[in-house]
């Protein structure tokens, strides 16, 4: 017998003791369950962790597709409806074909009077290979201390596993799902997602119409111990400049000092583009960058980020700002700009007095909300046009955007940010950091872009999980306590999305 | 029966018709010689450009010695006394150890009424394959359109050759040398001359303390038509500037905006070195430049040096100056300064968004009499930490003379210089184009530093030879008029030298 327990949480309202709610009553019985179950979840994904479906690896595309059919299975397990979508070829750095692995799309429940959350995840993992360093074999899920060792545990076999325990758990306890769920699983995730976008624009008015939140859970909290939810991430757009003088390398010796040599252009146009403070010279460049509200701001008070363990995490000596808050809000909500290098210039050990004709500087730009990239993109070339005019070289300047990816920002006034809050307050006892990434997750933007949905994501890895490193490894606890938020999560948004609904209703009757 | 022909010319002091003037008669009889044997000498060339003694490919080091004992062979021809000498062995970077080959030393005649001439060459070639590009097989010498190619004829074995003819034309017309003549031949001078400093220090007291001039012919002309004599090379300073942040990469979506990064501040440093006229922005550095006198400027004005078409042989659309005399000025006898390159950021094609930790650029200086290396050295790294302090970064700076060679300027009174002049004027209908080289030719200021005695560079290929090309060339005119500009040069300098000393003799008498 199923219980129907989203009408239930609808006609009773929420009380305060498990013995008046009946919400709270699953919830414990869910938890109870989890928590019995533990060692299951962790054999399968341990079972997950033994496939190396390596995504860049070529000679293991089919690791990836029976990677995506064993997760498949376990969709199927828990009554979905699976599907394998096809979404081409790719073509190799050495002009070879192969298949890309199918995507998964799966439906589970169409109760048109339930929520539809869409739960992404990838199966894919990075390369690992024991002499890079692990200490223990990459894929076989190795427990020391109570962590999870084993590339994909964190990155993102973990994640996607725990959403499944959690749907899985409402099954063996016979409790009807609180909301209609749809899984889109993908195996390229690692080398681009490749072919996902063209998939999200065909199935955007069929596997997506019904769908009312999408989670995402592919990256991590900003510490070992607080939970987080993730409301943006900045974007990206890398830019080129190429300074060609002559047909060829030429001498230092024969022609230095007659001659504008294109490496001094080239130097000077990076120069111009941010000063020692870390600010960026291009006029405009911060006219579009979304106000900083005194309400924003306050979300920034409460986060947990030890600056000092940050600095030395990362290695370094300074930052450029002292507070917490001023770190932050450089790193997520405003933008950065960075030199990477220059192609076409002597790069190896030693000496070599060339003068190369034709050099290439590489720079990017994490922008931000509400910089559009062609703003960015016309101010970039404007300004490095204008610094190049005044130097009056006879040299050749090329601006080139080589790749722009839009930045991502959520309204975390969304129904399931304020369910997953409630969740995470449930399971971890705390509230979570509001936190924003200061990298590029295009899947988010993606979704946001196409489907026009709400788009969450939401970690349950810690800080130090070490994704796509030697010790990629999801804690026990994380991933045991990552399955009970999860299923409070789908309890919870059931809940409020039926309060959004009585409410709608309620004023459609009153108007 | 041997004409004591430098006798003859003190005794009967010059005329102007070969019948009133010994010395025109003799050379007149050289001349004939050289022209009636040409194919002779051609012949020779082509015997020792067809021993493939690349000095760079180890594999190839027992072609070196044999090269040098064939030269060691054509010196005995001559009457010469010769030395082979062992100069140690060679460290590759694999760690294996190779010997070196022998450096000639040889001599002939000893007559302390004769001023010595040293003559240095090299037998040794840089590397050439047919798949590199050669029209002809490199190691064939093969005459088209009245040039000799094939790797080694102008670099350095036509030039050797010539001075050997021009001394055994001397020998074949039983005319007694006007000079005592010494040679020191080397076979590593494509590989920067290793082992050779060690010896010229070892001879100095000895083999080199009864030479009064040493002549190179090593270079070429400033155009395919005008004689030039050398008089003077830049220096080579090589910096690097190493900026050290954190311990490792960093993502720039992950730290971007926050931290001071490594990469601005070397490029901030590369910035401010050299304005975009060319101008070095080193306080200083512009202090030890020797003053251009109105003698010096003079030299400037009948060079023959097209600019037009020199653009076009480098292939650039503008010079930094405009006129001819500009140009000269500052590719031989004011500093530059030119960037090469960055050792440690992304430098392949593509997009990378990494911020590298560790970044060392490269830069280097031609400098000038009189500016001296320490001098140079101590102005730049000041510099550059002033600039760096400026920016109060908490990175590391490192800044690095890798590796300094000091310019090179003779006085182009010396009496070789007057003589190689009138040797020119006598062969070639015109006079030499007094010329310097804008890169640095260590061996010039090598010899003049050790030995102190006058060294000359007297370059008998044409500036379209193609050294070190896939058309290296001598064209057979330049080497037969070479051959007779040596022969010419060898009783100049005999009667300059005689008259000077006749001079100090006379000083001598009445002081």
Redesign the interface.
Known sequence: MTFHISLIILLFGVGHSSFSNPMLLVEQQLFQYIDDHQDEFVQKLAEWVAVESDSLQPRLRAKVTEMIKTAAVSLRCLGADVTLNDTGIQQLPDGQNISLPPVILAKLGEDPLKPTVCFYGHVDVMPAKIQDGWKTPPFTLTEIDGNLYGRGATDNKGPVLAWINAVSTFKALNIDLPVNIKFLIEGMEEAQSIGLEGLLEKENQRFFSSVDYIVISDNTWLTTKKPALTYGT?G?A?FSIEVE????D????????????P???L??L??SL?N?S?HILIPGIYDDVAPLTEEEKQLYEPIEFDLKEYKTN????????DTKEE?LL??WR??????????G?????????????RVTG?F?I?QVPHMALSTVECQVKKYLEDVFS??????KLTVTM??GASPWVANIRDPQFEAAKKAIKKVFKQDPDMIR????IPIARMFQKITKKSVMMFPIGAVDDGEHSQKEKISRSNYINGTKVFASFLLEISKLHGELKLEASKLKIET
């Open positions: 900045r990206n890398c003088g002559g047909e060829k030429l001498h230092s010796g024969g022609v230095g000092g007659i001659i504008h040599e490496m001094s252009d130097i000077a990076l120069d941010v020692s870390g990362i290695g370094v000596k300074k930052f450029l700002y770190i450089h790193l405003f933008p950065s700009l960075s030199i990477h290098g220059i192609e210039a002597f790069y190896e050990p030693g000496i070599k007095t060339v003068i190369p004709s590489k990017s994490r005044e130097r009056k070289s006879p040299n080589q790749m990434d200061g990298a590029t």
